[in-house]
Nanobody, 112 residues
């Protein structure tokens, strides 16, 4: 499984960005897909996950501002009202029974 992310960039506080992640290859194994992020000097944390079955899960600090949508093996993350603390490299993840696959990441920078 290969994951291609797009949509990062530089935006001012309060602005919006839309991230996309398209999976290719042997995608038949994919169950859940989601977004994670790593801020400078911090560990990677989950942002939003579509588990395949069940409700989409969101990091508490992004609830009401970020929306994850999924169309088969493509996911999007609409990010509104962005804050400087959202600055991070955002990674797409696909979950298969045999393991997880990660994208290379896309930088999101929110200026104050």
């Amino acid at each position: 499984v290969q994951l291609a992310e797009s949509g990062g960039g530089l935006v001012q506080t309060g602005g919006s960005l839309r991230l996309s992640c398209a999976a290719s290859g042997d995608t038949s194994c994919i169950a859940g897909m989601g977004w994670y992020r790593r801020a400078p000097g911090q560990a990677r944390v989950f942002v939003a996950v579509h588990p395949g079955l069940g409700n989409i899960l969101y990091l508490t600090s992004v609830k009401g501002r970020f929306t994850l949508t999924r169309d088969e093996n493509t996911i999007h993350l609409q990010m509104n009202n962005l804050k400087p603390e959202d600055t991070a490299v955002y990674y797409c993840k696909a979950e298969c029974e045999e393991g997880n696959y990660w994208g290379r990441g896309t930088q999101v920078t929110v200026s104050s």
